[in-house]
């Protein structure tokens, strides 16, 4: 499959999934005999299109053979897959942060002529936010499938054995990482490994926290001024209270980590407080 046959074939099937999950397909086996293959990050909003696809099969006559993936391996595959030209995959998903530059390579086709064509796609669905994120120079290369922000989730039952109350600040974060730190159980879990999706999403949080950003007014990098170096620093000072291997860990180990009642805190994205709520998984659902 040629790089441009490839984009375009993206594009239409994001359309179609989204179609899907508004639960409105009008395709009718329009799609019948076509197979594809879907690279999906493992997550809770992929297990749950997981759930609907017979719908959608049975709808379009389409069959979707899904692989699910840890994000940091996603990524890998999916890059590797663009560069090569490769076709062993037909959907894949991405981060917000990959969009512009895949688009500067030439891997996505603009989705605006598919949008601007589809009945059952309405842009002012979507949060203004997570829609603008996907655009490169006022074109629009993918839709978002799913949106979550982020937040500090802790062991009640800990904070209320040690007298603790919820952190209001980073020193009071990194006081009781501290002091939760007892034996087998770490006072925090944070995904430390090398990426955009680990340490490279939690660090900008503890950047901004202490009055810094990534570049001034003028487009100069600033990240490396005193607001910088004590975000680094305090990160550094919360990885002495986390788990052994801490510095490896994606957000797969990180929620694992958490179900298993390894940690007493995590910071992390707001989807992690559903799993470590279903019993059937989770040790310290409850």
């Given at each position: 499959m040629?790089?441009?046959?490839?984009?375009l074939?993206?594009?239409?099937i994001?359309?179609?999934?989204c179609?899907?999950?508004a639960?409105?397909?009008?395709?009718?086996k329009k799609?019948?005999?076509?197979?594809?293959n879907?690279a999906?990050q493992?997550?809770?909003a992929t297990?749950?299109?997981i759930?609907?696809l017979?719908?959608?099969?049975k709808?379009t006559?389409?069959?979707?053979?899904?692989?699910?993936l840890?994000q940091?391996?996603l990524a890998k595959?999916a890059?590797?897959s663009?560069a090569?030209r490769?076709?062993?995959y037909?959907?894949?998903?991405i981060?917000?942060?990959s969009v512009s530059?895949?688009?500067?390579?030439?891997?996505?086709a603009p989705?605006?002529?598919?949008?601007?064509k589809?009945s059952d796609?309405n842009?002012k669905?979507?949060?203004?936010?997570?829609?603008?994120?996907?655009?490169?120079?006022?074109?629009t290369?993918?839709?978002?499938?799913?949106?979550?922000?982020?937040c500090?989730?802790y062991?009640?039952?800990?904070?209320?054995?040690?007298?603790?109350t919820?952190p209001q600040t980073?020193?009071?974060?990194?006081?009781d990482?501290?002091?939760l730190?007892?034996?087998?159980?770490?006072?925090?879990?944070?995904?430390a490994g090398?990426g955009q999706?680990?340490?490279?999403?939690l660090?900008?949080?503890?950047?901004?926290?202490?009055?810094g950003?990534?570049f001034n007014?003028?487009?100069k990098?600033?990240f490396?001024?005193k607001?910088?170096q004590k975000?680094t620093?305090f990160?550094a000072d919360?990885m002495?209270?986390?788990?052994?291997?801490?510095?490896?860990?994606?957000w797969?180990?990180v929620?694992v980590?958490?179900?298993?009642g390894q940690a007493a805190?995590?910071i992390?994205?707001?989807?992690?407080a559903?799993a470590?709520?279903?019993?059937d998984?989770?040790?310290?659902?409850?």
């Amino acid at each position: 499959m040629t790089k441009s046959r490839k984009c375009l074939v993206l594009g239409v099937i994001l359309l179609l999934i989204c179609m899907m999950t508004a639960g409105n397909i009008s395709a009718a086996k329009k799609f019948e005999g076509v197979t594809i293959n879907v690279a999906m990050q493992s997550h809770n909003a992929t297990k749950a299109l997981i759930g609907i696809l017979p719908e959608f099969e049975k709808a379009t006559g389409m069959k979707v053979n899904v692989d699910q993936l840890p994000q940091a391996e996603l990524a890998k595959k999916a890059e590797a897959s663009f560069a090569a030209r490769a076709d062993n995959y037909d959907v894949v998903t991405i981060l917000i942060v990959s969009v512009s530059r895949y688009a500067r390579a030439g891997w996505l086709a603009p989705l605006d002529k598919y949008i601007k064509k589809s009945s059952d796609i309405n842009i002012k669905d979507f949060v203004p936010g997570f829609i603008n994120s996907q655009k490169y120079q006022g074109k629009t290369y993918a839709l978002p499938f799913y949106g979550e922000s982020s937040c500090l989730m802790y062991r009640k039952d800990l904070f209320k054995e040690a007298g603790l109350t919820v952190p209001q600040t980073m020193d009071e974060l990194l006081a009781d990482a501290a002091k939760l730190t007892k034996g087998d159980t770490y006072g925090i879990v944070l995904k430390a490994g090398r990426g955009q999706a680990s340490n490279g999403y939690l660090w900008p949080m503890f950047l901004r926290s202490y009055g810094g950003d990534y570049f001034n007014k003028g487009n100069k990098p600033v990240f490396n001024n005193k607001a910088g170096q004590k975000a680094t620093q305090f990160f550094a000072d919360l990885m002495k209270y986390s788990p052994p291997g801490a510095v490896n860990m994606g957000w797969n180990e990180v929620q694992v980590s958490m179900e298993q009642g390894q940690a007493a805190m995590t910071i992390d994205a707001t989807n992690f407080a559903q799993a470590f709520e279903v019993s059937d998984m989770s040790k310290v659902a409850g």
